[in-house]
């Protein structure tokens, strides 16, 4: 079964950092586009940053300069390093992926169970 898990959220003082961790899982072929996603509570979810294979970026406005995305396509992994928390980086943290199970034959997109980040000013 192809899975995404992550780790790595918690508790910060406003200013602070914390670093998150998705691993892949399962019998997976490839992997496209991965990706990080927050859902604050009573908003939609928004994109945070993404990551081709070719490590090509893009992130949110409201967290460019401050956060930082990152692969190993190795070992199936993504993080995002998050610097200079502010309170309203409070939300969920979901990460995502366009992946290629064996026997699949065709890209999927799956999402992570969330890490729960909270920013304490």
């Known amino acids: 079964q192809v899975q995404l898990v992550e780790s790595g959220g918690g508790l910060v003082l406003a200013g602070g950092s914390l670093k998150l961790s998705c691993a892949a899982s399962g019998s997976i072929y490839s992997i496209n586009d991965m990706g990080w996603y927050r859902q604050a509570p009573g908003k939609q979810r928004e994109l945070v940053a993404t990551i081709t294979s070719g490590r090509r970026t893009n992130y949110a406005d409201s967290v460019q300069g401050r956060f930082t995305i990152s692969r190993d396509n190795a070992k199936k992994m993504v993080w995002l390093q998050m610097n200079s928390l502010k309170a309203e980086d409070t939300a969920v943290y979901y990460c995502?992926?366009?992946?290629?199970?064996?026997?699949?034959?065709?890209?999927?997109?799956?999402w992570g169970q969330g890490t729960q980040v909270t920013v304490s000013s």
């Open positions: 995502n992926a366009d992946m290629n199970a064996y026997g699949v034959g065709r890209y999927a997109n799956y």
